[in-house]
């Protein structure tokens, strides 16, 4: 029986990151996380301002993103590119079979995917109740 944790190693579409690389992602998230929040905010005293409405767009996508790729421990710039990381960080190691750069791919398209929408309903759904309050 193995003692290594089974979730510290590669699986295609599945698992791209170890804990160090989760660590950096949890870091980015405590950034964007007060910055989506602070826009959210300040949405309900600019609620007609466009720039405000795309940058907590922008905001509100990344902190999705991050925390997607903390719960499934996948990075999409990493599925991109087909590279995986459980080593310390900086060393990246490739996936050569085409199988498995084509789940790691949809991986990624799943998750852009989850991330646009709930942002777009999260920031219009500020962007409504900052509108009705005003009203």
């Not at 990493?78 to 060393?91: P, Q, V």
Request: hydrophobic residues 45%.
């Amino acid at each position: 029986m193995s003692s290594e944790n089974p979730s510290s190693h590669y699986k295609p579409g599945s698992c791209n990151i170890g804990q160090k690389e989760l660590a950096v992602r949890k870091k980015f998230l405590s950034v964007f996380l007060p910055i989506t929040l602070f826009l959210s905010f300040g949405a309900f005293y600019w609620d007609t301002c466009l720039t405000l409405w795309i940058c907590l767009l922008g905001s509100a996508f990344c902190t999705i993103v991050l925390f997607l790729e903390i719960k499934f421990k996948f990075c999409i710039l990493f599925g991109i590119f087909s590279l995986y990381n459980f080593d310390r960080l900086g060393t990246l190691h490739e996936s050569k079979k085409a199988v498995d750069q084509s789940k790691d791919r949809k991986r990624v398209l799943e998750i852009c995917i989850q991330s646009m929408l709930f942002a777009l309903i999260y920031s219009i759904g500020i962007h409504l109740l900052a509108s009705f309050v005003h009203s």
